[in-house]
């Protein structure tokens, strides 16, 4: 084999690892972290702490979904809507999503230790984390609490990326963060309720059933929604800001129309748009919340 060859067998392996790790699906957490750099900051962190807040996003979201999938490979075979994914399809090998998931992890510590020394420290913990969630519906109903957690530890990383320390600030846009996270997930999760009885895996749907779980979910929106009023106050914050969680917070209600009668056929527009417009709104609303109104804040 030429190395002209080896390069692009090497791209083909790296570019099915993206699409298998679902990497544009980055855009749910990564704004929030960027929104907490900007208030932790209270205007535009320097070039250098943004690229290593996004390495370091990267490489632990990149890791996390690697995690996921070697760890559930078996149960996605088992399951008609995961059994094209690439590992039980035998279009990667574990080996290969195992070497790209220690490069992800090396990414992660390394963006850490730039950071600062206390990002370096809270790094292993959110690793744990990461390697938890993959196992929580094998023993606990609460996995779509865990994977809120590990989303949520995003905004609260990039404050403390910024400051050196966890302030409430951080912990509120962290627990709206989760709270918003784990509502969207029970949702998704419904679509694979029969499956994971029939398997028994531990879920919300499973627990709760479909009416339960859509009740659950949007009580988890309301309090992200009371979370990111609270954290308002709490800095003082203004009208862009207001506007944003105004904005997001009709989306969720519209979200919540949407799957109101457990119907899942608009689940991809309910799950993928506007979770993916809510964590952008929010971000863009704090950026001109900065830049505008940074004399009042």
């Not at 865990?146 to 609260?156: E, H, K, Y």
Request: proline share 3%; net charge positive.
């Amino acid at each position: 084999m030429t190395a002209d060859e080896t390069s692009r067998g090497l791209f083909t392996r790296l570019k099915i690892f993206l699409e298998m790790i679902k990497f544009s699906h980055t855009v749910f957490a990564l704004p929030f972290a960027l929104t907490g750099a900007l208030l932790a900051a209270r205007g535009i962190p320097s070039l250098a702490q943004l690229f290593w807040i996004v390495m370091a996003m990267v490489g632990a979201r990149t890791a996390a979904m690697g995690l996921n999938r070697v760890i559930d490979a078996e149960i996605d075979a088992r399951n008609p809507r995961t059994a094209g994914r690439a590992i039980p399809a035998g279009l990667l090998g574990k080996g290969t999503v195992v070497a790209f998931i220690l490069l992800s992890i090396l990414l992660l510590l390394y963006a850490a230790a730039r950071l600062n020394p206390l990002c370096l420290k809270l790094a292993p913990v959110a690793l744990f984390f990461l390697v938890l969630y993959s196992y929580c519906k094998r023993f606990t109903s609460m996995a779509h609490v865990v994977l809120g957690l590990c989303l949520g530890a995003a905004p609260v990383g990039a404050w403390v990326a910024i400051r050196g320390t966890i302030e409430l600030p951080a912990l509120l846009l962290g627990l709206a963060v989760l709270f918003w996270v784990a509502g969207f997930d029970i949702l998704y999760a419904l679509q694979d309720l029969e499956f994971d009885r029939g398997a028994g895996l531990h879920s919300i749907p499973v627990r709760l059933g479909v009416k339960g779980s859509l009740y659950l979910a949007r009580l988890l929106s309301l309090l992200m929604v009371v979370l990111l009023i609270w954290l308002l106050v709490e800095l003082h914050l203004g009208v862009f800001f207001l506007a944003g969680v105004v904005l997001s917070s009709l989306l969720l209600l519209y979200e919540h129309w949407l799957l109101r009668n457990g119907n899942l056929a608009r689940l991809d527009l309910a799950f993928f748009t506007m979770n993916g417009y809510i964590s952008i709104i929010i971000f863009i609303a704090t950026l001109l919340e900065i830049c505008v109104n940074k004399a009042a804040l």
